[in-house]
């Protein structure tokens, strides 16, 4: 089991800044793949982006590219998601999720979610 908690979301403006982070705690957080998910309203869940375990390889779903980096501090046990450049598609609640091993590019995959943190972008 993993727990995580997230912090750092808020109202920005469009093409502004935000740093989500995510502290994991339980069993061994350095042996779990992580992301952060997203789910804007009336719309599903997507994961936007992850990383592996070790060797640091990420993920990013297009519409992040160039504008989101993942990272995270395995001595802390944080996750850490830098957006820049935000835009007003990019609200949306953001969950930092885990998964056992082996990092996956669908949020199905993830079995550990945190309660989420709100990200406004105003239009």
């Known amino acids: 089991q993993v727990q995580l908690v997230e912090s750092g979301g808020g109202l920005v403006q469009a093409g502004g800044s935000l740093r989500l982070s995510c502290v994991a705690s339980?069993?061994?957080?350095?042996?779990?793949?992580v992301g952060w998910a997203r789910q804007a309203p009336g719309k599903e869940r997507e994961l936007v982006a992850a990383?592996?375990?070790?060797?640091?390889?990420?993920y990013y779903v297009d519409s992040v590219k160039g504008r989101f980096t993942i990272s995270r501090d395995n001595a802390r046990n944080m996750v850490f998601l830098q957006m820049n450049n935000l835009k007003p598609e990019d609200t949306a609640v953001y969950y930092c999720v885990a998964r056992w091993r082996y990092i996956s590019y669908s949020q199905v995959d993830y079995d550990y979610w945190g309660q989420g943190t709100q990200v406004t972008v105003p239009s």
């Open positions: 339980g069993r061994t957080p350095s042996n779990y793949a």
């Open positions: 990383i592996t375990r070790t060797d640091g390889s990420t």
